[in-house]
């Protein structure tokens, strides 16, 4: 299978409302993380969020100080782990969506963003084994939330 990686632009007047909605639940789960760049991601199932996570520090007993959870794999891992969904319906998912944005520090919107390289992998991995559909990594956009 080919990547299914791509940046997006929207705009507001193309939108649905619930794809608007989708995008300022997006825009909370950034306020969230104590980093000076708010990474967010949410993971849908026919346009449903049904993991969400934020970038966010992590410490464990491999590691020598604090080290950073991206926001795309917390929301990867909470998919299994905090679900609202049973383990039987996660097993069952198709086609998920994942969408993940940078939160602005000058404006209500969006910055550009990409995944690193190690999240790449592990995303890419999850689209050959289709797992995941689609990752969606937004590019700069203005909104009034």
Known sequence: MGASFFCMTIEKKSLSQKQFKILRE????????????????????????????????KSGAFTSGPKTMHAEIAALT??????????????TLKNLVLIVGRRSTHFKGFEDCKPCRDCQKKIQKMINSGKISKAMFLSEQHFDF
């Open 26 to 57: 997006l825009y909370k789960e950034s306020e969230k993380s104590p980093h000076p760049h708010k990474y967010a991601a949410l993971v849908l199932s026919k346009n449903q969020i049904i993991s969400r996570g934020h970038n966010d520090y």
């Open 78 to 91: 909470n998919l299994g782990y905090h679900s609202k969904i049973s383990l039987k319906t996660r097993r």
